[in-house]
């Protein structure tokens, strides 16, 4: 008998996990390459607008709106999810999609459903960004997946220790005319990996490893000189901090899908692990005067987290929160300050707004953020617990 090819296995391990079928995935070889052929996709259907959208993210999340031809209009995001605030959204008359990021992997069914709701009465598209909660879907009330298409990542930092590929779902129900054939198809033509990327996906690993063990006024630079060269695919490329893709989209190759389905083997103890690291963040920190959590993180079932996010009253705080929890050997960070981490060079290109009037709850949690490792357990989630509150009863 012979053997099933990596691509249809990953997309039947994929669908089998959420429910969906294997037709309706999509592999790519970074998700922002199969959120950039949606929006190509919509562009191509409808016609120029905008994506409605947040600061609060990753600028590779924006980036492929950029390619697509559409515009960012950014809005203010929830105090409860760190998601675009469906209380306070206002669409564009040209809309052409919503974009619904479960950030630090947080789902909020009814937040989601709501923006669903918007996007759908002015004939958008609801795109989920589930970046940071691979094989997780929001959901209706009859279980039903929310988002018109959804895109997850294997890539650098995420659930997966894999470094590249991503998928797209695309909701053979959705209520937007033609988009299921649309986007379907724009995913289905993207061309197979040149050689050449494929060996790069290969390479970083071991390339990362080394200059993980280099001082960081040599890594840095080394780094930005392998990446010039070809010799090494960067986690965020020069072109794209400055708004423009670093090469056209691209399906994953097989060795990559392989290298995903071979993650997804443990992922449900990956899960379970996440889950008691975030119930033990929660009972350390929620409640805590000077620290600000949020509410959806802190409700319910735990969440399976990417980070559990904890804000301080300023950056200085959080800082010295970052610092003392990586003394510590657990790894912390300002995600996501700078906005549109890691940071733009061309702010213009990315249409950054200079007036903050309407982005309050943005500006408080850039300000504040340390996401905290979620991968520890809970004897490393109380160590970090421990080291963050330390800052605080200096005070």
């Known amino acids: 008998m012979s053997r099933v090819p990596a691509h249809q296995a990953l997309r039947r391990e994929l669908a089998a996990r959420t429910g969906t079928e294997p037709g309706d995935w999509h592999l790519v070889y970074k998700a922002r390459y199969g959120m950039q052929a949606a929006f190509e996709a919509l562009r191509a259907a409808h016609g120029p607008g905008s994506v409605v959208t947040q600061l609060f993210t990753c600028l590779t999340a924006v980036v492929p709106v950029l390619a697509a031809g559409l515009e960012p209009a950014y809005r203010d995001v929830s105090s409860r999810t760190a998601a675009l605030d469906p209380e306070r959204l206002s669409l564009p008359a040209d809309a052409r999609a919503v974009v619904a990021q479960h950030t630090y992997g947080l789902i909020d069914d009814a937040q989601t459903a709501e923006l669903a709701r918007l996007a759908h009465a002015a004939g958008a598209a609801l795109v989920e960004d589930c970046a940071h909660c691979v ?31 991503g998928a797209v779902w695309v909701n053979p129900a959705s209520p937007v005319p033609g988009l299921a054939e649309v986007v379907g198809r724009a995913l289905e033509a993207l061309p197979e990996p040149p050689a050449g990327l494929d060996r790069l996906a290969r390479a970083y690993r071991g390339e990362n490893r080394v200059l993980a063990h280099l001082p960081g006024a040599v890594s840095a630079p080394l780094r930005r000189v392998l990446a010039g060269r070809g010799l090494m695919e960067p986690a965020v490329s020069e072109r794209e901090r400055r708004g423009t893709p670093a090469r056209r989209p691209v399906r994953a190759s097989a060795w990559v899908c392989e290298r995903a389905l071979e993650a997804l083997s443990g992922l449900d103890a990956a899960t379970d692990v996440r889950r008691r690291t975030v119930g033990a963040y929660r009972a350390a920190l929620s409640g805590v005067p000077g620290l600000m959590t949020l509410a959806g993180a802190d409700e319910g079932e735990a969440q399976p987290l990417l980070r559990y996010p904890v804000f301080a009253l300023d950056a200085r705080l959080a800082d010295e929160m970052v610092a003392r929890v990586c003394a510590e050997g657990l790894y912390a960070e300002a995600w996501y300050r700078p906005e549109l981490g890691p940071g733009v060079l061309d702010a213009d290109a990315f249409r950054v707004p200079r007036d903050r009037g309407g ?14 490792p979620a991968d520890v357990g809970e004897d490393g989630a109380a160590r970090a617990a421990r080291a963050a509150l330390s800052v605080l009863g200096d005070e």
């Open 359 to 372: 982005l309050p709850v943005h500006e408080r949690l850039v300000a504040g953020c340390v996401a905290l």
């Open 135 to 165: 094989c997780r879907l929001a959901r209706d009330a009859s279980g039903a997946p929310l988002a018109d298409v959804s895109v997850h990542s294997f890539g650098i930092e995420k659930i997966l220790p894999t470094h590249f590929g």
